[in-house]
């Protein structure tokens, strides 16, 4: 098993910035694939962005350039900057390993 739990999510104006955190505990050697998810009201869930073990990252088409996803192995913790955010990255964001595991989510509300 893999506990993850989120921080870092709050209310913030469009075009600030904010950086979400995910702390794995419990069996690390499973984490693998670390992922950012996000569910928007009304919305399905969609991947925001992954990290490889190694580094290799994939991003949604629409946080390509705003958002940058990063782990750290040794702290167990991966992180998402996200800048230049927009209403519509309003959601709950979700950690994720391998989209086996998850964490309980953190609100993100960007609104003037």
């Known amino acids: 098993q893999v506990q993850l739990v989120e921080s870092g999510g709050g209310l913030v104006q469009p075009g600030g910035s904010l950086r979400l955190s995910c702390v794995a505990s419990?069996?690390?050697?499973?984490?693998?694939?670390m992922g950012w998810y996000r569910q928007a009201p009304g919305k399905e869930r969609e991947l925001v962005a992954r990290?490889?073990?190694?580094?290799?990252?994939n991003y949604a088409e629409s946080v390509k350039g705003r958002f940058t996803i990063s782990r750290d192995n040794a702290q167990n913790t991966v992180y998402l900057a996200m800048n230049s955010l927009k209403p519509e990255d309003t959601a709950v964001y979700y950690c994720?390993?391998?989209?086996?595991?998850w964490g309980q989510g953190t609100q993100v509300t960007v609104s003037s």
């Open positions: 419990g069996s690390i050697f499973r984490l693998g694939f």
């Open positions: 990290i490889s073990t190694g580094g290799i990252t």
């Open positions: 994720s390993s391998n989209a086996l595991f």
